[in-house]
């Protein structure tokens, strides 16, 4: 049972290997990488929105409480 169990995990070491492989040296690898990276600075983004709209909104909150 033990070994049927470290084989699985060998086959999905290699294959996960074998698709990273494929994945920078394949074709399309440079779209890949592109679309990564797009997709990345689009995280970045909306989180830095997220903060800036929390932050604004705290902001607008307390001048509001102190015009009261």
Do not use: P
Not at 11 to 34: D, H, P
Not at 45 to 65: D, F, H, P, S, Y
């Amino acid at each position: 049972m033990d070994l049927t169990k470290k084989a699985k995990e060998e086959l999905e070491e290699r294959l996960e290997k074998i698709e990273n492989f494929i994945a920078k040296k394949g074709l399309g690898s440079t779209y890949l990488q592109k679309a990564q990276k797009t997709q990345r600075d689009i995280n970045l983004l909306l989180a830095l929105g997220g903060v800036l709209t929390i932050a604004g909104l705290v902001l607008w909150m307390k001048v509001r409480n102190d015009e009261e």
